[in-house]
């Protein structure tokens, strides 16, 4: 069965970084992209870009460009996704999602957390 | 950026009523048109992909329909299961963006 799993909660400082990772198994991870969702406490959904696995294209969302990467290890079959320069407002639930225009697996979820 | 609203932004209903969502883009957005179902604590959850079709083991009392701007998610009878947050997004162009959510609770 499909499956996505993300690494573990953060709690980062302002100004830090924070990496996530989402480890896909049930399927060929190079025939489907990696979509990254993210949720604030309380809040709507945000999309914030998606990755294409077989050949590493991005398309971010303007509001994160400069300070987004997303990245695929189609070696582990794992998705990444960097955000740096946090501030308090990036404080939310970050999900990893396979597909492009619709998404049809999603990860449990990262509660990454900024906060000084 | 395309602007995604949804009506109401919640309702009271009870186990058997029929449920109707709207969502409306501030521009045509084709069949470009998803649902998600999501419950507190969880991850979203794919019903409605392409306006109208029916995601892989969702219940058949889903049901999905419009075009353009304009665009509806129907529950046919409510199921207890069925209390949660509907979300629309729009996949036309990116950023593919989401309606605030119409969160679905019991009367």
């Known amino acids: 069965q499909v499956q996505l799993v993300q690494s573990g909660a953060e709690v980062k400082k302002p100004g830090a970084s924070v990496k996530v990772s989402c480890k896909a198994s049930?399927?060929?991870?190079?025939?489907?992209?990696i979509s990254w969702v993210r949720q604030a406490p309380g809040q709507g959904l945000e999309w914030m870009g998606w990755?294409?696995?077989?050949?590493?294209?991005?398309d971010y969302a303007k509001k994160f460009r400069g300070r987004l990467t997303m990245t695929t290890d189609t070696s582990t079959s794992t998705a990444y996704m960097e955000l740096i320069y946090l501030r308090s407002d990036d404080t939310a639930v970050y999900f990893c999602?396979?597909?492009?225009?619709?998404?049809?697996?999603w990860g449990q979820g990262t509660l990454v957390t900024v906060s000084s | 950026d395309i602007q995604m609203t949804q009506s109401p932004s919640s309702l009271s209903a009870s186990v058997g009523d029929r449920v109707t969502i709207t969502c409306r883009a501030s521009?045509?957005?084709?069949?470009?048109l998803n649902w998600y179902q999501q419950k507190p604590g969880k991850a979203p959850n794919l019903l409605i992909y392409?306006?109208?079709s029916l995601q892989s083991g969702v219940p058949s009392n889903f049901s999905g329909s419009g075009s353009g701007i304009d665009f509806t998610l129907t529950i046919s009878s409510l199921q207890p299961e069925d209390f949660a947050t509907y979300f629309c997004?729009?996949?036309?162009?990116?950023?593919?963006?989401f309606g605030p959510g119409t969160k679905v609770d019991i009367k």
């Open positions: 997004q729009q996949s036309y162009s990116t950023p593919f963006t």
């Open positions: 999602s396979r597909g492009q225009w619709h998404l049809d697996y």
């Open positions: 392409a306006v109208s």
């Open positions: 521009q045509s957005i084709s069949s470009y």
């Open positions: 990755i294409t696995a077989h050949n590493g294209n991005t």
């Open positions: 049930g399927y060929t991870f190079n025939s489907y992209g």
